[in-house]
């Protein structure tokens, strides 16, 4: 079963506004991270954040962790069009990565 | 510096053709697996490999063989093709996966057609 699960499933916005994705997970992990992929591309990283971090910054995004309540978010701040991809959570466990389902934003012109 | 390459990029079999995905990556990354993709369900690992000689299975590893006598190349063997294979696969290459983890870095895909 997958581990992680985001929320929601889809959004949309319109350009310049901020965009939150959300992720849930199971079990406990020693790091999440998100990834962005385009359409009919391959994932990308996006940012790292371990279980001893709360809030981690990189450009236009933010990511926070709260490990008691097993849930991160993605905060994408001034959306562009480009920002338009799928966006996945991933966690560690053991040696192995799980990802969740996704959110797909659109970020309308 | 390539990253990480799979070929082919679309492949069409029949039921019950054999085939193999070929992953390469120039990163000298220990860690490598394979995913596959459809829609709805994000990404479901298949099997995983630690470092040259060593593999694992993943949630979905049944009808699928992998070996990794390098640590360069990661091919994923389809037994006997079904339908419920048709998917994209994607394989994926990090530094480390365990106590600490590191990104990965993932190929363009496979889209699997199995009629």
């Known amino acids: 079963s997958q581990q992680g699960e985001e929320d929601p499933q889809a959004l949309s916005i319109q350009e310049g506004e901020n965009a939150t994705m959300n992720c849930s997970y199971k079990t406990s992990i020693n790091n999440l991270q998100w990834y962005r992929q385009n359409s009919g591309r391959g994932l990308v990283h996006l940012i790292l954040?371990?279980?001893?971090?709360r809030e981690k910054h990189s450009g236009r995004l933010r990511v926070t962790l709260d490990t008691s309540k097993k849930s991160s978010s993605l905060l994408i701040t001034a959306s562009r069009a480009a920002d338009t991809a799928s966006y996945f959570c991933?966690?560690?466990?053991?040696?192995?990565?799980?990802f969740g389902a996704g959110t797909r934003l659109t970020v309308k012109p | 510096n390539a990253g990480v390459t799979q070929t082919p990029k679309f492949q069409v079999l029949k039921t019950g053709q054999s085939m193999t995905l070929q992953c390469a990556q120039d990163m000298n990354h220990e860690y490598m697996s394979w995913y596959r993709q459809d829609p709805g369900m994000g990404l479901r690992l298949i099997h995983y490999s630690v470092g040259a000689g060593i593999t694992d299975q993943g949630e979905v590893p049944n009808g699928y063989n992998v070996s990794r006598s390098t640590t360069e190349d990661f091919p994923l063997r389809l037994l006997s093709a079904a339908p419920s294979q048709t998917s994209v696969y994607f394989c994926?290459?990090?530094?480390?996966?365990?106590?600490?983890?590191?990104?990965?870095?993932f190929g363009q895909g496979t889209r699997l057609t199995v009629v």
């Open positions: 954040i371990r279980s001893n971090e």
């Open positions: 991933a966690t560690d466990i053991s040696s192995d990565m799980r």
């Open positions: 994926a290459s990090s530094y480390s996966r365990w106590p600490v983890g590191t990104e990965a870095f």
